[in-house]
T-cell receptor
């Protein structure tokens, strides 16, 4: 079945550092890929998405590129801020029946001033 | 604000009891999904309804059931509750043709004592 593997956390960075959170997937067909973010005490917010190979999703300075050849969708940000501290989830969406999401285990990011 | 509402925000109940969680999707969205988030299992898909009909089931226990009403709101019923059912329960909604893009509510935190 479909699955998502995400780098284990927690990740602790200083403000303005470069961020990479690795995500790889296993899927049949042509899934969509997503990054969701969960701030403390809140629900999940869609951060960015990519629906086909070589698509780049971007939002709020975060970027991720859908790499079919390496089955990856790594999240990057060039300069993190304290306000980026949250848990980040990589997710895979399939359809043709049910468009359920399959999530990675999440990576907790803490950014220190 | 995602536009998805969930009530109640918190629920504390005893083992063996039954509870109902409620979700209202974004205006115009026909699909409603339920997910369970726990520390050990992460985010797990439970069930998907589309316009009142069950579309797919995931790791949902037989003690759990759901339905979607004609006004598109959904309820998740949890019965014979066990300590291990303590978790965050999220509802998400999506519109057709968005290739898996889902919008999440703030969640209901269930504590079984």
């Amino acid at each position: 079945g479909n699955s998502v593997t995400q780098m284990e956390g927690p990740v602790t960075l200083s403000e303005e550092a470069f961020l990479t959170i690795n995500c790889t997937y296993t899927a049949t067909g042509y899934p969509s890929l997503f990054w969701y973010v969960q701030y403390p005490g809140e629900g999940l917010q869609l951060l960015l998405k990519a629906t086909k190979a070589d698509d780049k999703g971007s939002n709020k300075g975060f970027e991720a590129t859908y790499r079919k050849e390496t089955t990856s969708f790594h999240l990057e940000k060039g300069s993190v801020q304290v306000s980026d501290s949250a848990v980040y989830f990589c997710a895979l969406g399939s359809w043709g029946g049910s468009e359920k999401l399959v999530f990675g285990k999440g990576t907790k990011l803490t950014v220190n001033p | 604000d995602s536009g998805v509402t969930q009530t109640p925000k918190h629920l504390i109940t005893a083992t063996g009891q039954r509870v109902t969680l409620r979700c209202s999707p974004r205006s115009g969205d026909l699909s409603v999904y339920w997910y369970q988030q726990s520390l050990d299992q992460g985010l797990q898909f439970l069930i998907h309804y589309y316009n009142g009909e069950e579309r797919a089931k995931g790791n949902i226990l037989e003690r759990f059931s759901a339905q979607q009403f004609p006004d598109l709101h959904s309820e998740l019923n949890l019965s014979s509750l066990e300590l291990g059912d303590s978790a965050l329960y999220f509802c998400a909604s999506s519109s057709a043709g968005t290739r898996g893009e889902q919008y999440f509510g703030p969640g209901t935190r269930l504590t079984v004592t």
